[in-house]
């Protein structure tokens, strides 16, 4: 079972909505959808679209990157076919995929993308406002004159 916001085609990923979609050249579109759920169950937003984790991890669909990310892929596989799913996209309880993240969590290929996720999730402008945050204050006077006082969240 794959994720309900995500469709895999043959040489895409989408949105189940068609509400946004894109194209893989050098890793295959199922290894980009879980490149994006694994985004997406590191760093859980539910208010951030697929598509912006999508967007952070569009980078690793380079040639250079393409063995590397297969390898990691097929290892967060057979993770989850040793508790006894066909694959990652298949488990469908993210408590129980973040379990099968931290079994990995000391292996490179999830540091990379962790350390990666920080900022390709969260310096994309777009996702800013989703968080409350204006971006710099500096050429608007400073947080003193700007944004101090109207944090809502504390």
Do not use: C
């Amino acid at each position: 079972m794959m994720g309900a916001s995500l469709a895999v085609g043959s040489s895409f990923v989408a949105g189940s909505s068609a509400a946004w979609a894109m194209e893989t050249q050098h890793v295959s579109p199922k290894q980009m959808a879980t490149l994006i759920q694994m985004a997406r169950d590191i760093y859980p937003h539910n208010q951030i679209a697929d598509e912006y984790y999508a967007r952070a991890v569009k980078g690793y669909d380079t040639a250079e990157s393409a063995g590397n990310v297969a390898n990691g892929i097929q290892a967060i596989d057979a993770a989850a076919q040793g508790r006894g799913y066909a694959d990652y996209l298949s488990v469908p309880w993210e408590a129980d995929r973040v379990e099968i993240l931290k079994s990995m969590e000391q292996s490179a290929f999830f540091q990379t993308i962790r350390g990666n996720l920080i900022t390709g999730l969260y310096n994309q402008q777009d996702v800013w406002p989703l968080f409350g945050y204006e971006g710099e204050s500096y050429t608007k006077g400073g947080y003193l004159n700007h944004g101090f006082d109207d944090i809502n969240w504390i």
